[in-house]
């Protein structure tokens, strides 16, 4: 077995979520283009992260974790995918963007110190560790299909400006491509 093998959907989330604390501090520390650019794969990560977990992560953690601590993540889950729809409207370059994107950042990092301390821990102490490393497909069939980062080496600064799908698209793209992989495993 290699080791992207073994690794099991809870090691993935919780790089994921390193990566995603990364993104944020890139966009805070960047300008222009370079913020865009960070910008956008951060729209991109959350959007394969999210999907996964909404899918798959939470469904099999109801039981183990309860359904109110299961529901208000998923609540969370849909304002975020709603924020982030409205930052990209808004533009990286507008004056009201950083103090928006401060406070979705502090929404964000909660939601996932949340999912870290209430539900991951419980989801690995309820469920079988093969099943665990199976449901890692959900986050690789995310992974999959989320759009690649515009090529700089194509000059086009359209293509940087507007991502070739707004946020709200790929989430629901991504939504329903995990949906029908979980439903084609014999779970
Ligand atoms: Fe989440
Ligand atoms: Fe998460």
Do not use: C
Request: glycine fraction near 4%; hydrophobic fraction near 40%; avoid cysteine.
């Amino acid at each position: 077995m290699t080791r992207a093998q073994a690794q099991d959907v809870v090691d993935l989330l919780l790089q994921q979520h390193e990566q995603i604390r990364s993104l944020f501090a890139q966009v805070e520390s960047a300008d222009g283009e370079r913020k865009r650019d960070a910008f956008h794969q951060l729209v991109r990560l959350l959007a394969v992260h999210e999907s996964a977990e909404e899918q798959v992560v939470h469904p099999a953690a109801r039981d183990g974790a309860g359904d109110a601590v299961v529901d208000a993540r998923l609540h969370e889950e849909d304002q975020a995918a709603h924020v982030l729809s409205e930052l990209y409207d808004l533009g990286v370059d507008s004056p009201d963007f950083d103090a928006r994107f401060a406070e979705f950042e502090q929404a964000v990092l909660a939601h996932a110190t949340h999912e870290e301390q209430e539900e991951f821990p419980m989801l690995r102490r309820t469920t079988d560790p093969d099943r665990l490393r199976r449901m890692a497909g959900a986050v690789r069939t995310a992974e999959a299909l989320a759009p690649t980062r515009p090529h700089p080496a194509a000059g086009e600064s359209r293509a940087s400006n507007l991502m070739a799908e707004p946020p709200l698209a790929i989430f629901d793209r991504l939504r329903d491509a995990v949906r029908d992989w979980r439903q084609s495993q014999q779970d």
